[in-house]
C-alpha cells in the first residue's frame, strides 16, 4: 500500500469525516498528508467545516496513527484489499458518482467488475414472496449468462436470491455490505460470501470493526447503485430501502432504473409499482429486456464517453406529509437524532422510520450520525 493510500485510509478513521468532507478537504489541500497536517485555523476555511468539527478533526489526527496500524492489522487478517478512489482499479463507474467512497475495502476480485465492463444492480425488499425470490434467480441468473456482473447488497430475500443466480449460472457476483468485512452479515450467508470471492467479490466502504446498524444502509446503497450501468428492482415495498437504491440511481447517479412488475394487490410491490406509475423505471418481464435497455449505456461505457452522456441531473425531490413534513420543519440545518428527539418529543425509533422515509423520496441525506436537508437541484 502507497503512503497515499494509507493517508487516505487514516483519514477515512477520523470521526466526521464522511466521503463529503473528505472530498473537499481534498480539494482544499490536494493531498491526504497534507490534510492530516492542517492546522484548525485553516481546516475552518473549508466549506462544511466549522470550528467545532475542525477541532473534532485536529483531535481525531492523532488517534488516527494508532488506529491506521490496527486496522491495517484487521485488514491483514481478512485478506481484504483496500483500493484508493485515485487507484486504476477503482470501478470506472462507481467513481463517477456524488460522494464516491475514498477507500472501498475488497475481499475477493474486483476485477470482476472491469471484466465484464456492464455491471447491473439487483434490489428489493428483505421481506418477499416466493414469486420475488423466484424472479430475483431468474434474473439473475439470465443476466450473468450474458455476462453481466450481477451488483446487491447480500441482504436476505431478493438480494440473496439474486447472487445466488449469478452463481449457480457460472457468473460474477459482488455484494456491498453495510458493515465492515470482519462482519459476516447476515451470518447465514458466510458460504455464499465465501463462493462470491472466487467470481467476484465483497466490497465494504467502512472500516473493518463497523457493526452492521441501520444507519449505515442508506449509504451503502448508493455504492449498489453506483457500481451499475442500470438498477432493477424486484418486490419492494413502499418503505424498502431498496428504492433509496432507485432514488439514487435515477436521481443523483443518472443511472437506469427498471422494475419487475409484481402483484398489484400485494404489499410488497407498492413502492415497485409506484416507480411504474410515476414513469421513473422500464417495465421489465424478461433478462432480455434489461439488457436492450442498457444497450446505450453500456456502448458509452466500452467507448469511455459514459461520464459525458450521463452526467448527473437531479429533478426536485417529491413533497413530504404527515409525520414527515412535521420532521422536515424541524430539520433547518444539519442535526442528529438526539437533537431532533428534543425539538420534536417523538422517540429516536419513530425519528429514524420518518427520515428513511424521507430519504427514500430524496428530501433528506445521512452522512454518519448527522442527517442533512436536502435542498431541490434542477439540471
Do not use: W
Not at 57 to 68: K, P, Q
Not at 126 to 147: D, K, N, P
Not at 159 to 177: I, K, N, Q
Not at 320 to 326: H, Q, T
Amino acid at each position: 500500500m502507497d503512503d497515499r493510500t494509507r493517508d487516505l485510509l487514516r483519514l477515512t478513521l477520523i470521526p466526521r469525516l464522511g466521503p463529503i468532507r473528505i472530498g473537499r478537504l481534498l480539494d482544499a489541500f490536494e493531498e491526504p498528508a497534507s490534510v492530516l497536517r492542517a492546522s484548525p485555523q485553516a481546516l475552518m476555511r473549508v466549506r462544511g467545516v466549522g470550528e467545532e468539527v475542525a477541532r473534532e478533526i485536529a483531535v481525531g489526527v492523532g488517534a488516527s496513527a494508532v488506529s491506521l496500524e490496527q486496522e491495517l492489522e484487521l485488514v491483514a487478517e481478512a485478506a481484504v484489499e483496500i483500493i484508493a478512489l485515485s487507484s486504476e482499479r477503482y470501478p470506472p463507474l462507481l467513481a463517477q458518482i456524488p460522494s464516491a467512497p475514498p477507500i472501498l475495502y475488497v475481499k475477493g476480485r474486483i476485477e470482476a467488475v472491469a471484466e465484464s465492463g456492464y455491471p447491473v444492480a439487483i434490489v428489493g425488499s428483505r421481506r418477499c414472496t416466493v414469486y420475488g425470490i423466484e424472479q430475483a434467480e431468474r434474473f439473475g441468473g439470465g443476466l450473468a449468462r450474458a455476462g453481466l456482473t450481477v451488483v446487491s447488497g447480500g441482504a436476505r430475500g431478493i438480494d440473496t436470491a439474486a447472487h445466488r443466480g449469478a452463481l449457480r449460472s457460472g457468473g460474477a457476483t459482488v455484494a456491498v455490505l453495510g458493515c465492515g468485512l470482519s462482519h459476516v452479515y447476515p451470518e447465514e450467508n458466510a458460504d455464499l460470501f465465501a463462493a462470491m470471492t472466487e467470481r467476484g467479490c465483497v466490497i465494504s466502504e467502512l472500516p473493518m470493526r463497523t457493526a452492521p446498524e441501520p444507519k449505515n444502509f442508506p449509504a451503502r446503497n448508493r455504492i449498489i447503485s453506483g457500481l451499475a450501468l442500470g438498477t432493477l428492482v424486484i418486490e419492494a415495498g413502499r418503505r424498502s430501502g431498496a428504492l433509496i437504491t432507485a432514488r439514487q440511481a435515477l436521481e443523483d447517479q443518472n443511472r437506469e432504473v427498471m422494475v419487475v412488475p409484481g402483484r398489484v394487490d400485494s404489499p410488497s410491490s407498492e413502492g415497485s409499482l409506484d416507480l411504474l406509475k410515476q414513469s421513473a423505471a422500464h417495465l421489465v418481464t424478461a433478462p432480455a429486456d434489461v439488457l436492450d435497455i442498457l444497450q446505450g449505456p453500456a456502448r458509452h461505457s466500452f467507448d469511455g464517453t459514459f461520464a459525458d452522456r450521463y452526467a448527473t441531473c437531479t429533478a426536485a425531490p417529491p413533497a413530504a406529509n404527515g409525520p414527515e413534513a412535521e420532521l422536515l420543519a424541524a430539520l433547518s440545518g444539519p442535526t442528529t437524532i438526539d437533537d431532533l428527539a428534543v425539538r420534536t418529543g417523538r422517540s429516536a425509533a419513530s425519528l429514524l422510520a420518518s427520515i428513511t422515509v424521507l430519504e427514500i423520496t430524496g428530501r433528506v441525506r445521512r452522512e454518519g450520525a448527522v442527517i442533512h436537508p436536502r435542498a431541490a437541484r434542477g439540471g
